[in-house]
């Protein structure tokens, strides 16, 4: 984030913490104020981008990854890397030289090529089913020189078919694609296959899994359930958005069943990204 960014952030911070905050609610201005907050967000981070590298870097382990970050969404979801690092340091930190990590909903990369790069021992399956995040997934892998990623370009479900993706915004960067009926428009129609059968095709099978799917998180662990039961997968990091209407003791229940610990890693807002770690006897449970 650049200094003009991390500025305005420092003033924004101040005026809705503020004095100002507390007079715009009792005379009924807030939403002026919200609205103004609002806009000049936007602005900067339009302006940032302007003034942004790209390929954007970003480091993990001594290692510089970079990011086409061509569209404002592109530069939005690496420039916040940060906002997340607990997440990638989890991940980072799991994965060994000789592990296979599959990313469901992979978008750009962040949560595949980091990794790729601080263990470039392992195999990674990058999983997206978006085209336009395929393409920039394969670009941004390519100009890393990262020929232990493979990008898989459908989505994970529990069952084999055709799914409609939908997102308020079509560019690659976009973080709410999400399969189902919800209001937001129809991006692209998406084949649909669940894990075990992508494993049984020949596809290496996952000692690592990332699954960040807005919305689908049960329907994919269903599509696991075989691999998942044979505890083949050590750790399962598991981002659930509860505002997609996903019950969070649905996505425990699922793992617990079958033979997993469950911690919460971090919390944002209505979403929580969990972390499965395998236990030496099927049936542990472990309450959040």
Not at 146 to 153: I, M, N
Request: charged residues 25%; glycine residues 6%; contains cysteine.
């Amino acid at each position: 984030m650049c200094a003009l960014h991390e500025r305005a952030e420092t003033l924004l911070s101040s005026l809705y913490a503020g004095p100002v905050r507390r007079v715009s609610e009792r005379s009924g201005l807030h939403p002026f104020v919200f609205e103004v907050h609002q806009r000049i967000q936007t602005l900067t981070k339009r302006l940032d981008h302007r003034l942004a590298p790209n390929p954007y870097p970003v480091e993990v382990n001594d290692r510089t990854v970079r990011f086409d970050v061509s569209t404002l969404p592109e530069y939005n979801r690496v420039s916040s890397f940060l906002e997340e690092e607990a997440v990638i340091d989890a991940i980072v930190s799991e994965i060994r030289d000789d592990d296979v990590y599959w990313d469901v909903g992979a978008n750009i990369g962040t949560h595949a090529l980091l990794p790729a790069a601080a263990q470039p021992g392992a195999r990674v399956i990058a999983v997206e089913p978006h085209h336009r995040n395929v393409a920039k997934l394969i670009r941004n892998k390519t100009l890393n020189e990262l020929d232990s990623v493979t990008v898989l370009p459908i989505a994970l479900g529990d069952n084999t078919g055709t799914a409609t993706l939908r997102g308020a915004d079509d560019r690659p960067g976009y973080g709410s694609f999400s399969l189902g009926n919800n209001s937001e428009q129809t991006v692209a129609d998406v084949p649909v296959r669940p894990g075990d059968d992508v494993i049984a095709d020949g596809v290496p099978e996952p000692t690592v899994v990332k699954i960040d799917v807005e919305g689908a998180e049960c329907e994919v662990l269903d599509g696991l359930t075989e691999t998942l039961s044979e505890r083949s997968i050590r750790t399962v990091f598991c981002e659930v958005h509860r505002h997609e209407g996903v019950d969070e003791s649905d996505v425990v229940g699922r793992l617990e069943d079958r033979g997993y610990d469950v911690s919460r890693i971090t919390e944002r807002g209505p979403t929580a990204f969990l972390k499965a770690d395998r236990t030496e006897s099927k049936g542990s449970i472990s309450l959040l």
